[in-house]
């Protein structure tokens, strides 16, 4: 399955002026979102939103149903989530998790 491009297009556009400071690079079969060369949210080739997060934080934003850990491999990401297509309809909610996304991957030494 190929990613989502219409929420590719969301992410750039929610993005704005951080754009130009975003490296976007094919990965996983989805569209990747790199800042500092770290990767920060992808457009899943499953569909929906993989987001980094702190790892500290990721359990308490697991809700059961949109926001799962992300499985790769069949291990669980222990910093990625991913984020259900349905979850994401709102451009609110969708530049909540590009805001922990990107804010994680900055807190993050550049590669």
């Given amino acids: ?3 989502d491009e219409e929420l590719a297009d969301r992410i750039r556009d929610l993005l704005g002026p951080a754009v ?5 690079k ?3 079969g ?3 979102f790199l800042v500092g060369g770290n990767m920060a949210v992808a ?3 499953q569909g929906g939103l993989l987001v ?3 790892p500290e934080l990721a359990e308490e934003l ?3 149903s949109g926001v799962a850990p992300m499985v790769m491999g069949g291990r669980e990401m222990r910093n990625w989530l991913r984020v259900a297509p349905e979850s994401l309809g709102d451009d609110d909610v969708l530049s909540t998790w590009l805001d922990r ?3 994680y991957a900055r807190s993050l030494p550049p590669k």
């Fill in 62 to 64: 697991v809700d059961g």
């Fill in 20 to 24: 130009a400071e975003t490296v976007e």
């Fill in 101 to 103: 996304g990107f804010g």
């Fill in 26 to 28: 094919r990965m996983f």
């Fill in 43 to 45: 457009a899943s080739g």
């Fill in 30 to 32: 989805g569209l990747a």
């Fill in 52 to 54: 980094r997060v702190d």
């Fill in 1 to 3: 399955m190929a990613y």
